[in-house]
């Protein structure tokens, strides 16, 4: 399913490239947006132990998906950076469509993976959406802080990279 994110949404970057007119308040407003997406995909990159053990602390622990919901702000503040109200609509549609079956099919391979605990996990954290407080099962040790290495071994530099270029054209866009 991966593959199909990474390769579809390129559907709707050639046409955003071609008719994107950014403002500077845009690219303020979607910088921000795109920011605060970044930093939740970083703390969750630095907790995930992708397939290996159930994750439920750190940003998991507010929301099933915060890779995802972080991949939601950053596209967001893109689209509205591009300054045409097609873009995040079309990123909205588009979201929902991919990302949803995503979630979906994620939340049925990891019940396959842990069994009760997920179904424990699942019944407390929202699937996209975050909770207000961090839940925590009973008994559970003390959480693990963040892991840097993790971060770099789960290359999420790679977000970053991308979101520096979309604002870097952007901005350039502004004056050709």
């Known amino acids: 399913m991966r593959e199909v994110r990474l390769k579809s949404v390129w559907l709707l970057i050639i046409p955003f490239l ?11 407003i979607g910088a921000a947006l795109s920011i605060l997406g970044l930093f939740i995909r970083a703390m969750a990159a630095g907790f995930i132990h992708k397939e290996k053990q159930l994750t439920t602390t750190g940003p998991y622990a507010f929301t099933r998906n ?7 702000f950053l596209g967001l503040g893109i689209t509205i950076a ?11 549609v588009f979201f929902a469509m991919v990302y949803g079956r995503t979630i979906r099919g994620e939340a049925t391979l990891l019940t396959e993976l842990f069994g009760d605990q997920y179904r424990a996990y699942a019944a407390n954290v929202p699937l996209f959406l975050p909770r207000l407080t961090p839940w925590r099962p009973e008994g559970a040790p003390t ?11 789960n290359r999420e530099y790679e977000a970053l990279m991308g979101a520096v270029a979309g604002f870097a054209f952007l901005t350039a866009r502004m004056f050709f």
């Open 143 to 153: 959480p693990p802080k963040f892991d840097y290495a993790r971060y770099k071994r």
């Open 66 to 72: 915060p890779l995802y919901f972080g991949s939601f």
């Open 18 to 28: 071609w008719y994107a007119r950014p403002t500077i308040q845009l690219l303020l």
């Open 82 to 92: 591009g300054g045409q109200w097609i873009f995040p609509v079309l990123f909205l």
